[in-house]
């Protein structure tokens, strides 16, 4: 009976202690996918290759969001890149480094809620709503031609650049450390809670793969600790139109987007893209 009576006792402490457990991802959810950062990584950004300017835009509830947009010199229209960042990402390094990057193309770079000078609270459906915005606006510039325009995301932003793949007819799409979804990686690194009934920011980027129609290039650090490479593979075998997939020597998560391989290999990829439409437009 004492037994019983201990083995219940014991159960009912571990019960508690999961129960604490699955509040505490719950409630520390948007902490723990979310890490805006607000101060600039670059306190002048310009880039050297094309006019920069700061923008702020309202989204459909207000929100102001801030951002830059860069333009070619020379007369358009051009083709045109939106720029999705990571986790931990301010995006103003993007408007140093286009003229490598994106070299004859408008591009688009905005912080995402919360980060930067960017109003209001990070959120999934936030990103993607405010992404279709942002490609429509693009859209719509004078010197952006319309049937050219590349979607290219970051970690956290690989998620939002599918979803916007996919929303909007997007010319070409590049994916740095994608994964095939956070739902995924969360079920990794919390085995003993139910994630799949508390995370509502999901980026279940692998339920839209078979679907992209654009040609997609997807580009890997060679040690990545934040986004295990088996998830990328999931990601990588459902894609329907990929283009290459490429690991990035020397590189890990947090390093990969600014070398200069990597700058080189999406320029070069995008030029050749956006060549090929000029081509047969």
Same mark, same amino acid.
């Given at each position: 009976?004492?037994?019983?009576?201990?083995?219940? $006792?014991?159960?009912?402490?571990?019960?508690?202690?999961?129960?604490?457990?699955?509040?505490?991802?719950?409630?520390?959810?948007?902490?723990?996918?979310?890490?805006?950062?607000?101060?600039?990584?670059?306190?002048?950004?310009?880039?050297?290759?094309?006019?920069?300017?700061?923008?702020? &835009?309202?989204?459909?509830?207000?929100?102001?969001?801030?951002?830059?947009?860069?333009?070619?010199?020379?007369?358009?229209?051009?083709?045109?890149?939106?720029?999705?960042?990571?986790?931990?990402?301010?995006?103003?390094?993007?408007?140093?480094?286009?003229?490598?990057?994106?070299?004859?193309?408008?591009?688009?770079?905005?912080?995402?809620?919360?980060?930067?000078?960017?109003?209001?609270?990070?959120? =999934?459906?936030?990103?993607?709503?405010?992404?279709?915005?942002?490609?429509?606006?693009?859209?719509?510039?004078?010197?952006?031609?319309?049937?050219?325009?590349?979607?290219?995301?970051?970690?956290?932003?690989? $998620?939002?650049?599918?979803?916007?793949?996919?929303?909007?007819?997007?010319?070409?799409?590049?994916?740095?450390?994608?994964?095939?979804?956070?739902?995924?990686?969360?079920?990794?690194?919390?085995?003993?809670?139910?994630?799949?009934?508390?995370?509502?920011?999901?980026?279940?980027?692998?339920?839209?793969?078979?679907?992209?129609?654009?040609?997609?290039?997807?580009?890997?650090?060679?040690?990545?600790?934040?986004?295990?490479?088996?998830?990328?593979?999931?990601?990588?075998?459902? &894609?329907?139109?990929?283009?290459?997939?490429?690991?990035?020597?020397?590189?890990?998560?947090?390093?990969?987007?600014?070398? =200069?391989?990597?700058?080189?290999?999406?320029?070069?990829?995008?030029?050749?893209?956006?060549?090929?439409?000029?081509?047969?437009?």
């Amino acid at each position: 009976m004492k037994h019983t009576t201990k083995m219940a $006792g014991a159960a009912g402490i571990l019960s508690v202690l999961w129960l604490s457990l699955t509040a505490a991802v719950a409630a520390s959810q948007r902490r723990l996918l979310f890490n805006p950062k607000i101060k600039r990584e670059v306190d002048r950004p310009r880039s050297s290759g094309h006019r920069t300017r700061p923008i702020v &835009l309202r989204t459909a509830d207000g929100t102001k969001l801030s951002g830059w947009l860069m333009t070619p010199s020379v007369m358009g229209p051009h083709p045109a890149v939106l720029y999705f960042g990571g986790r931990s990402e301010e995006v103003s390094w993007i408007a140093r480094d286009a003229g490598k990057l994106f070299p004859g193309m408008a591009v688009l770079a905005v912080n995402y809620r919360g980060y930067g000078d960017s109003q209001g609270d990070p959120a =999934e459906q936030h990103m993607i709503d405010d992404g279709r915005m942002l490609y429509d606006w693009l859209a719509e510039r004078s010197h952006v031609d319309p049937e050219r325009i590349a979607v290219v995301g970051r970690s956290l932003g690989s $998620g939002v650049a599918v979803q916007i793949a996919m929303a909007r007819p997007a010319h070409s799409v590049v994916l740095i450390t994608p994964y095939d979804s956070i739902l995924a990686i969360a079920k990794r690194r919390f085995r003993a809670v139910p994630v799949e009934y508390v995370l509502r920011h999901r980026f279940e980027s692998i339920k839209y793969a078979s679907a992209l129609k654009a040609p997609t290039y997807v580009l890997r650090a060679a040690t990545d600790d934040v986004v295990p490479h088996s998830h990328t593979d999931l990601l990588v075998a459902q &894609l329907a139109q990929l283009h290459s997939d490429e690991t990035i020597p020397d590189s890990d998560h947090l390093t990969i987007p600014y070398l =200069e391989s990597t700058q080189e290999r999406i320029a070069a990829f995008l030029k050749a893209r956006f060549a090929i439409a000029a081509h047969q437009a």
